[in-house]
């Protein structure tokens, strides 16, 4: 069962008339064939045309697309001999960032990833991509993990945000996040970020202060949600679309304003119409990255991605 | 219209009214509702004489309280371009911030000064809250890490101290990004081998405590100050219960192992003063003097004002240095050595 967005609704209809058509059997083949497929001639026409201008609004709903990859999709798809491995060696384990070590095309990586879960029972297994300082802690050790056996790291992104709640406060939520940005910033190997779904706030940017960061198509990548933003400063939430497109959040705007790499292009209609070929795009975009750095020296590694981000805000603006 | 009510006559008010002088004469506590003199007030560091309450300081009083007869430098800040997102919501975010510039004659909401704590050279580094709730932006990142860079140019331990609500929403991504840049400002400074303190004052929230403010060498926490990650709000949205009592309170976060002390703000700078000399000074300069304890917390009597007015420089005898020997020799990397490398640890 496909889930179709508020603005893809003269799409959903073009489509359903398609399955009707299909569905209707016996008389006039020939017929039902042709005008099947002028109909899908106009679906793609549509996809790409509503695609192609999305409003930020929409951009966070695609963002948010029950349907798009997650990050075990491109785990399962991309990692060969993938092993996971769970923990902080502090408190517990926590599903929201999941992570462990395997091969991309041959070389052995550690890989980090927010999932938020594909139905309500591994939503709930996930927290729904929401980490606690557990989980941001176990991102710490798997970096460290990282650059003691010289593993670069890669780190997929998609989170609402870190999770708010009594026992993450407790357990320091905040230094969890700082910390994890500190050794995210400090290890000798290269760090590959990208936002694959939702970049949310100091929860995204924990595992994602790298060496390159990418964004897909129609990711996004904010300091507050929309929702969060617009109840704040327009005391209403339903200003949400309004606060979308003041944030800047869209990957073309992080471009222009020099805070993302590149971007990695998406099938026509979403990563969602047609996962695999999406996963395939950022493996080879992940593996271009990391072909970059080789034979980088460790150090010089290091003081590049500091002067990558103390650069920030003084280059790209106008 | 706009420019007038918004540029003309924030400048108008600032040069016509007495700035944070208090219109009125006497200040009602927030905390217990007593009525304060306002030199009482200041003489008590902005803290209620009746309750112990501690109200925000502004980061001018907060210099002067700490720094060696109130005296220090401050340094003109990077100026990035304001407003780089263009943010309108209801208001312009540039007319926001030409408001909180004209009310706190800053430039934004962090002010980073030089002086000497005790003798010690010292850079802090502290937020104004009361300019757009202490928000960090571009503005406030290039603070903090000129800060660093000057505690790391002149050997000198960085206190940061917070007053903030977090990230400053207006600037974007942009001002998330100033979470992995100060953390970078931090790190520059303990690369150096030099102490970075945090001071944690009411509030800290979001991402000002997610970067820059969770990695001291020392947290110090102001008592009763809210701190944490998330808003009291969300959480409680989130969940759907009520917080517990005293939820993201310093002495909450002691309870917990985020902090590694409470104080009472007129004990903060001796504290501040015995630890970068433990720090700075591990070896005996001269010749040993016995340690005197200072107590941590607060006066054993809040309510005894003589008590509350005890600031430093009436209680130098508990210090092995008193401020007045600011002259007398020191080790040698405790000077602004600017001419030496940088990276040196500042042994004696």
């Known amino acids: 069962m496909q889930t179709f967005l508020e603005f893809e609704k003269p799409i959903a209809e073009l489509e359903g008339k398609i399955e009707e058509l299909r569905h209707l059997t016996g008389d006039a083949n020939i017929n039902i064939a042709d005008e099947v497929g002028k109909l899908q001639a106009k679906v793609d026409r549509l996809l790409r045309l509503t695609y192609a201008k999305l409003t930020p609004a929409q951009k966070v709903q695609v963002a948010r697309h029950p349907g798009r990859p997650h990050a075990t999709d491109y785990i399962d798809a991309l990692i060969e001999e993938f092993t996971p491995l769970a923990g902080d060696r502090l408190f517990g384990e926590d599903r929201a960032i999941i992570g462990g070590i395997g091969r991309l095309q041959g070389r052995a990586v550690v890989v980090i990833g927010q999932e938020k879960g594909n139905d309500t029972e591994s939503r709930v297994l996930h927290n729904f991509g929401m980490a606690k300082p557990e989980g941001y802690r176990k991102a710490q050790r798997l970096m460290a993990l990282a650059d003691r056996f010289h593993l670069p790291v890669i780190s997929l992104v998609d989170t609402t945000g870190a999770y708010p709640g009594i026992g993450a406060e407790e357990r320091g939520q905040a230094e969890a996040i700082a910390r994890s940005i500190e050794v995210c910033l400090k290890i000798k190997v290269p760090v590959v970020a990208t936002v694959i779904g939702e970049g949310g706030s100091g929860g995204a940017i924990a595992i994602a202060a790298a060496d390159r960061v990418m964004m897909l198509e129609h990711a996004i990548y904010s300091v507050i949600s929309p929702e969060g933003c617009a109840s704040i400063l327009w005391r209403n939430a339903a200003n949400a679309p309004d606060a979308a497109a003041a944030l800047r959040l869209t990957a073309q705007d992080l471009k222009d304003l020099q805070i993302i790499d590149r971007i990695v292009t998406e099938p026509i209609g979403g990563a969602h119409r047609n996962p695999a070929e999406t996963i395939a795009a950022l493996g080879v975009a992940i593996e271009a990255a990391l072909r970059e750095f080789d034979g980088v020296e460790p150090g010089t590694l290091r003081s590049r991605r500091r002067e990558k981000f103390l650069e920030m805000g003084h280059k790209g603006l106008s | ?348």
């Open chain 2, 1 to 348: 219209m706009n420019w007038l009510t918004n540029f003309v006559r924030p400048k108008i008010r600032a040069l016509v009214s007495r700035r944070e002088v208090p219109d009125n004469l006497w200040m009602k506590c927030p905390s217990c509702e007593a009525m304060i003199f306002h030199r009482d007030l200041e003489e008590s560091l902005h803290v209620c004489p009746h309750c112990g309450f501690h109200m925000r300081l502004d980061p001018m009083r907060r210099m002067k309280m700490l720094f060696d007869d109130g005296e220090f430098q401050t340094i003109e800040l990077p100026k990035p371009a304001p407003d780089p997102l263009r943010f309108r919501d209801q208001k312009r975010y540039s007319d926001r911030l030409r408001e909180a510039q004209a009310k706190t004659q800053a430039f934004d909401a962090i002010r980073v000064a030089h002086g000497r704590m005790n003798g010690m050279p010292v850079v802090v580094a502290a937020f104004d809250f009361a300019f757009m709730g202490g928000s960090m932006g571009v503005a406030v990142g290039e603070g903090i890490l000129a800060a660093a860079r000057l505690a790391v140019l002149q050997e000198a331990p960085l206190v940061v101290i917070p007053a903030s609500g977090g990230a400053r929403m207006q600037e974007g991504i942009l001002a998330l990004m100033q979470m992995p840049r100060t953390v970078i400002a931090v790190d520059l400074v303990k690369e150096a081998g030099l102490p970075y303190i945090v001071v944690l004052t009411d509030p800290t929230t979001g991402g000002v405590t997610a970067s820059f403010a969770m990695l001291g060498d020392i947290h110090i926490a102001e008592q009763g100050a809210q701190i944490g990650f998330a808003g009291a709000r969300v959480i409680e949205d989130t969940i759907r219960e009520t917080l517990p009592e005293g939820f993201q309170r310093s002495e909450y976060l002691l309870e917990h192992g985020m902090v590694d002390m409470v104080v009472h703000r007129h004990e903060l700078r001796l504290i501040l003063i015995r630890v970068l000399g433990l720090l700075c000074r591990p070896a005996p300069a001269a010749a040993v003097v016995p340690l005197t304890p200072v107590t941590i917390g607060p006066p054993a009597d809040p309510t005894e004002p003589q008590a509350a007015v005890e600031i430093p420089e009436t209680s130098d005898h508990d210090t092995q240095q008193p401020a007045e020997s600011a002259n007398a020799p020191q080790p040698p990397g405790h000077q602004p050595a600017v001419e030496s490398p940088a990276g040196q640890p500042p042994v004696a």
